[in-house]
């Protein structure tokens, strides 16, 4: 049964999680083949796969560390099965790295309830939002979080609330010496970037519009599991829970509000939404019904995905 695989989080449980995102990066990438013709094009390959491996790490000591899943190792399960719906993400090189920075900055986020070097995890996770911002502009919602985040745990220092800013300084200044030293308008780039489009007609195919309403339907099922279930939470767990959930909202305005938009957008929800998955299939109720929403979430995310293979 696969619920008994992934029940206890061991090597083998990452190894085949690894391994799989493995078999479906390269079945996506192995459509088009021209990446093969330069060195470059190879090494840009290997190391987007290697951010994403990055990604799932990260995702997984999130939950670990801050106590968000059990001694489980569904939460990587789910967030591979997440990353399958939108296939065409696999090969989105800026927001797969904003979406990397993004978890950093929530990894130390989270991990501010336990007040040590609350400054420091300010600064980082600040830092990083503003980094993920040069990749994708709306990401600085995410700053938001950082502001819920002081208020829960340390907003009677008034230096917290500074910090953020100080952040905001370092990465414009960064980012005038990479724009002097690319020749580009930095300007000009925030401008063209900081735009806001609340159109949802980008569907070039059934199997997309698809793929997205099965995506919904899904993070529908598992918000509503998570706030039914709140209350029953560990109160010292009840915060992070909740930064969790801001985060999954976050992802859906900037989704919503971007431009250019795409399915891969919804890429910075799967990490909550894999944390919110977890959640549901720890809550102890009968293992029938825990194999069948899980073999509901493969099959979903397996036809998600090769349906949209060309």
Not at 251 to 266: M, P
Not at 285 to 298: N, P, T
Request: charged share 10%.
């Amino acid at each position: 049964m696969i619920t008994s695989v992934f029940k206890k989080s061991t090597p083998l449980n990452l190894i085949l999680v690894v391994f799989l995102m493995l078999v479906f990066f390269f079945l996506y990438q192995f459509q088009d083949l021209t990446w093969l013709n330069t060195s470059l094009s190879l090494f840009k390959k290997l190391g987007l796969f290697l951010v994403l491996i990055g990604s799932v790490f990260v995702t997984n000591f999130i939950a670990k560390k801050n106590g968000l899943s059990k001694d489980s190792a569904y939460i990587i399960l789910f967030y591979f099965l997440l990353l399958l719906f939108f296939p065409t993400v696999l090969d989105n090189y800026k927001l797969i790295l904003a979406n990397f920075f993004i978890l950093l900055a929530l990894r130390r986020l989270i991990s501010l309830q336990s007040l040590k070097a609350s400054k420091e995890k300010i600064f980082d996770a600040s830092l990083w939002i503003f980094i993920a911002s040069m990749f994708h502009f709306w990401c600085l919602l995410y700053i938001v979080l950082v502001f819920i985040s002081i208020l829960f745990h340390v907003s009677r220092d008034y230096r917290n609330w500074i910090l953020p800013f100080i952040a905001l300084f370092a990465v414009g200044i960064i980012s005038v010496f990479l724009s002097i030293f690319f020749n580009k308008n930095i300007v000009d780039h925030v401008i063209e970037n900081a735009t806001i489009d609340l159109k949802i007609d980008y569907f070039t195919n059934n199997y997309q519009n698809g793929a997205f309403s099965i995506y919904l339907t899904i993070a529908l099922f598992f918000v509503v599991s998570m706030f039914t279930s709140f209350s029953n939470k560990p109160l010292l767990l009840q915060t992070s829970f909740k930064k969790i959930i801001a985060s999954f909202f976050i992802g859906i305005v900037i989704f919503v509000i971007s431009s250019n938009k795409s399915n891969d957008l919804l890429v910075f929800t799967m990490t909550p939404l894999a944390v919110m998955a977890t959640s549901h299939i720890e809550i102890k109720q009968l293992q029938l019904k825990q194999e069948i929403v899980l073999m509901l979430f493969i099959l979903c995310s397996l036809f998600a995905f090769f349906s949209q293979l060309n």
